[in-house]
């Protein structure tokens, strides 16, 4: 009798621990999956990339505010973004393979030029241009939870920034991913 009791325990315990492995497991994706949105989820970059202005507008824009768009990326933040700590180390990442392949990064808070919001519906996010002035790139740096190099949409667009040859023009509306709106 005392064998099959302590069977019957051994047998609660394991159920037990599996139960709580799924529900740690299930808590962490919905808390996860809570934060995953789109990054265009109104579609407002969608449809002015449907206009073929869209690229001579941004370019107006950013040389009304002064900056030079010619080999520049501009990566734009939000300072009250919880997404900011996750993607840091991308971002940090994209920063050193721009300087190294002769580009000039440019930081933008969003919240400090409220002109681009018509640009960029979420943060973080990053505007790529080649050293003709040409859009290369803009969107997200990254999907997923966490937006890592794994899920990276830019590096292999770095080393366009420093040519002059034509490059194709990326507008990224349908990524999920941890974004803030604007």
């Given at each position: 009798?005392?064998?099959k009791?302590?069977k ?15 529900l740690?497991?299930f ?10 949105v ?22 107006s824009?950013l ?6 768009v ?16 996750r ?15 002769d580009?000039k ?22 505007i ?27 590096e292999?667009?770095?080393p ?20 803030c709106?604007?």
């Amino acid at each position: 009798m005392a064998k099959k009791l302590s069977k019957a325990r051994r047998q609660w315990l394991i159920v037990a621990v599996i139960a709580w492995f799924g529900l740690v497991l299930f808590s962490i994706s919905y808390f996860l999956e809570q934060r995953l949105v789109w990054f265009d989820e109104q579609g407002q970059l969608l449809e002015l990339s449907n206009n073929d202005r869209l690229e001579v507008e941004l370019v107006s824009e950013l040389s009304h505010l002064g900056y030079s768009v010619a080999g520049h990326v501009f990566h734009i933040t939000s300072r009250d973004c919880p997404c900011n700590w996750r993607s840091s180390g991308h971002i940090a990442a994209v920063k050193r393979q721009v300087t190294e392949s002769d580009g000039k990064n440019l930081v933008i808070d969003i919240d400090q030029v409220s002109s681009l919001k018509r640009f960029v519906p979420a943060t973080p996010a990053i505007i790529m241009f080649n050293e003709s002035s040409e859009l290369i790139y803009l969107g997200p740096y990254a999907d997923g939870a966490f937006c890592t190099t794994e899920s990276s949409f830019v590096e292999e667009l770095i080393p366009s920034v420093s040519i002059n040859s034509k490059a194709p023009q990326w507008v990224n509306t349908v990524a999920k991913g941890c974004y803030c709106k604007v």
